[in-house]
């Protein structure tokens, strides 16, 4: 009767603790280390519950408890029962300590991914929230743009042919801009669906946004190319290009007709690209957002910009990026 006690009472914790692996083995490891104590001879029910427990805890690769329960086991197994009964309040013990340290840091571990999902969701929330504003503000603005040009260019009769060209010139960079706009609302909605994988404007696109200032402005724009083109990431290369593109703008902007020069001048690794126009001076230019969108293009591919009035009268935008390395 006593022996069937304590097989029941060696293998009742593998039963009622089946899915907790290291509560199971300890309590299992104790129970039969105590009856081994007790008796002086093996329970074996006590036995095959241990090593069933030990078995299952060895899949989930908890050395630490393994090594709380296997020594404890041995020891009274070999004939040093007092010694291990002694220890085994001490291995239960570390044993379930251990469990609940690897169950505190599994569940900040989900916690830390929770939260992380929790983030990349506001962050896409936020990011659609932008694009709806963006698609039914401005895009609608640029779009109305657009229409309004090509319609007062072919409803008016008599339209001088310069009047006629810069109507085109307005429709034609109401398009692009809505071109632009599409690709970075399909950017900010990455996570709701596959954006427009449209090519990225780069300095193959140059002479042609040259050529667009000029029409919009009326004044003499000249593009100027020195030494020999290098490689350039196309990071780098959109930097370049998008850096031209806003001086223009400022040029139409702040100095309307004003002649301007782009330079590209090539050297051995690095690329200095200068926007310089002869419009009035400015004597203390204040930065904008468009000054700190260009300083920040620049220095996100390790380039710099550099700002300022030109001795004389105008503006100077100048900006060195570097070439790719082998």
Do not use: K
């Not at 989900?110 to 990349?120: G, K, M, Q, T, Y």
């Amino acid at each position: 009767m006593a022996l069937a006690l304590v097989g029941l009472a060696t293998t009742l914790p593998l039963v009622l603790l089946w899915p907790q692996r290291t509560a199971a083995a300890v309590l299992v490891t104790v129970a039969t280390v105590l009856s081994l104590t007790a008796f002086r001879h093996p329970a074996y029910a006590g036995l095959a519950a241990t090593l069933i427990a030990l078995f299952r805890l060895g899949e989930t690769a908890d050395r630490a408890a393994l090594a709380c329960s296997v020594p404890c086991l041995v020891l009274a197994a070999t004939g040093h029962a007092p010694v291990a009964a002694a220890l085994a309040p001490s291995a239960a013990l570390a044993g379930i300590a251990w469990q609940a340290r690897s169950r505190a840091r599994v569940s900040a571990a989900a916690r830390d991914v929770i939260e992380e999902s929790l983030l990349r969701r506001s962050a896409a929330g936020e990011r659609a929230r932008i694009a709806r504003e963006l698609h039914d503000v401005v895009a609608h603005h640029i779009s109305m743009v657009a229409v309004q040009a090509e319609t007062a260019r072919l409803a008016t009769p008599g339209l001088p042919p310069a009047g006629a060209d810069r109507l085109r010139a307005i429709g034609d960079t109401a398009r692009s801009a809505l071109t632009e706009m599409r690709r970075l609302l399909g950017v900010l909605r990455e996570d709701t669906g596959q954006p427009e994988r449209a090519p990225q404007p780069g300095l193959r696109e140059l002479n042609a946004l040259v050529d667009a200032a000029r029409a919009a402005s009326g004044g003499a724009t000249r593009l100027i190319l020195r030494g020999t083109p290098i490689a350039l990431d196309p990071v780098a290369e959109l930097a370049a290009y998008r850096i031209v593109q806003e001086a223009l703008t400022n040029v139409r902007r702040h100095a309307p007709g004003a002649a301007v020069d782009v330079e590209f001048a090539y050297g051995v690794d690095v690329l200095r690209v200068t926007v310089r126009d002869n419009g009035p001076a400015v004597d203390d230019p204040v930065e904008g957002l468009g000054l700190a969108g260009m300083r920040e293009r620049a220095s996100a591919v390790g380039g710099t910009l550099r700002t300022g009035a030109v001795r004389g009268g105008g503006f100077m935008v100048e900006a060195v990026l570097p070439g790719t390395t082998a």
